[in-house]
């Protein structure tokens, strides 16, 4: 079953490393695949509390597992990303 949740993820330029937030997603309790962590995720509301509640939540969501290191899992995962860059993701 898959299923999907907001986690800090960690990435290498270069000598620096920086973390986002991205959307992980789960086959079988086991990250299959994760948003790309090049676009700043849209966060939308109806109104100001509505954007502060999801930022809440993404908050949330995210501080419950460890980080996610996007360079080892891409490492582990070498057919996924070439399948992604031949679609033009």
């Given at each position: 079953?898959?299923?999907?949740?907001?986690r800090i993820?960690k990435?290498?330029?270069?000598?620096?490393v920086?973390?986002t937030?991205?959307e992980a997603y789960y086959?079988?309790?086991?990250?299959?695949?994760?948003s790309?962590?090049?676009?700043?995720?849209g966060?939308y509301g109806?109104?100001?509390?509505?954007?502060?509640?999801v930022?809440e939540?993404?908050?949330a969501?995210?501080?419950?597992g460890?980080?996610l290191?996007?360079?080892?899992f891409d490492a582990q995962h070498p057919?996924?990303?070439?399948?992604?860059e031949?679609?033009?993701?």
């Amino acid at each position: 079953m898959m299923h999907w949740n907001y986690r800090i993820a960690k990435r290498l330029h270069g000598n620096d490393v920086y973390y986002t937030i991205v959307e992980a997603y789960y086959e079988n309790d086991e990250v299959d695949m994760y948003s790309d962590d090049s676009t700043p995720l849209g966060i939308y509301g109806e109104d100001p509390e509505e954007v502060v509640r999801v930022l809440e939540m993404m908050l949330a969501d995210a501080v419950k597992g460890p980080v996610l290191d996007l360079d080892e899992f891409d490492a582990q995962h070498p057919r996924d990303i070439e399948e992604s860059e031949e679609d033009g993701d």
